[in-house]
């Protein structure tokens, strides 16, 4: 597991710096602040995709049987689905309320991570709706699938309950690299987390997950300025 865990650090530093080279070429090349946010989020999607999909696969293939079913990737109740819608929406508020104790505390406004709504951004349709595509649905469902499905998964059956998904969700916080946001994102894996514990299946956290980036983008995207 630490070999995972270092490989899927590297494979994001890896990421990290693909972007900075690709973002270089495209300005050299006179390309728009649009037309880079949309590349940007065609090369991180297929880096996530890789890693992550990646890790399922070497820690499916040490567990014996099938790892799918244990990974949660099963048919959820419509319960379960109301569960995570309402789950994410309610994260919104809670992760509010965080960063609102954090910003105080701290004495001045957090840092939003700079690959969202940077300054100068002109949104588009085709950008707009590749950016909303990304982070309501591919992204929730590739990390749920790797910080919940398989790494708070694989710590249950190992540690304790409370302990796995404490160490889960900082796993899940510490991987944005967004230190100003680190509680509200803890936070978040935590309600994430107890969702997947809840309904015993992937999908409802997935929804979570993909409701509460619809909340923040719009809010993003309809904010003045």
Not at 57 to 83: D, E, Q
Request: charged share 10%; with cysteine; aromatic share 12%.
């Amino acid at each position: 597991m630490a070999l995972i865990a270092a490989i899927a650090v590297v494979l994001l530093l890896v990421a990290e710096s693909i972007w900075s080279v690709v973002s270089l070429v495209l300005q050299a090349l006179g390309i728009g602040k649009s037309g880079l946010h949309m590349a940007g989020e065609i090369t991180f999607t297929v880096i996530y995709a890789c890693a992550f999909v990646g890790a399922f696969h070497v820690i499916g293939r040490r567990r014996r049987g099938v790892p799918w079913k244990r990974a949660g990737l099963v048919k959820p109740k419509t319960r379960a689905l109301s569960i995570g819608l309402i789950a994410g929406i309610a994260a919104y508020t809670v992760v509010g309320l965080v960063d609102g104790a954090v910003s105080t505390s701290l004495g001045r406004a957090l840092v939003d991570n700079p690959r969202v709504f940077a300054e100068g951004y002109e949104a588009t349709w085709y950008t707009t709706t590749l950016s909303l595509l990304v982070s309501t649905a591919i992204v929730p469902f590739i990390e749920e699938l790797f910080f919940r499905g398989l790494l708070l998964g694989w710590l249950k059956d190992r540690i304790p309950v409370i302990p796995a998904v404490i160490f889960s969700a900082l796993a899940f916080a510490a991987y944005h690299q967004n230190w100003d946001y680190l509680l509200s994102l803890f936070a978040f894996g935590l309600i994430l987390s107890w969702v997947f514990l809840r309904t015993k299946s992937l999908w409802p956290a997935v929804l979570a997950h993909g409701a509460y980036n619809l909340v923040i983008d719009l809010y993003g995207y309809l904010s003045p300025g």
